[in-house]
């Protein structure tokens, strides 16, 4: 966690640990590890300068400026933005991945947690 720049103290690493017991049984995998870090570095990091560069790629894929992509905004953000026209089944795969809280949407914290597990 240091070397990625995050300074736990004490009781969060009581906390931490703690939730690794409770949900994966003491053992963690790259996956979950990314998991259980990206909300900590998320708000650790917002004050960094990426922040900014994130905020205008989540805007390319939120094109109704509602601070949310829908499964249209995500469908024509892949065919304008990435040259990729995907079918309904690859799509909606997508979104359910990226789609933390299961409103159907991504919102911003949905977005940056997807690329910090890539």
């Not at 240091?2 to 103290?9: C, S, V």
């Not at 870090?37 to 560069?53: F, S």
């Not at 304008?80 to 911003?108: A, M, P, R």
Request: net charge negative; hydrophobic share 40%.
């Amino acid at each position: 966690m240091r070397t990625m720049g995050y300074m736990p103290t004490e009781m969060e690493l009581i906390e931490i640990i703690q939730q690794i017991k409770m949900k994966w049984g003491g053992h963690v995998d790259f996956d979950d590890f990314c998991e259980l870090m990206g909300p900590r570095m998320l708000m650790e990091t917002a004050h960094m300068v990426g922040l900014r560069e994130l905020q205008c790629a989540f805007k390319q894929f939120d094109c109704n400026g509602d601070g949310r992509i829908s499964f249209d905004e995500l469908k024509e953000s892949m065919k304008t933005l990435l040259g990729e026209k995907l079918k309904k089944g690859e799509l909606e795969e997508i979104l359910s991945d990226i789609d933390l809280n299961g409103d159907g949407t991504v919102d911003f914290d949905e977005f940056v947690m997807m690329l910090l597990a890539r």
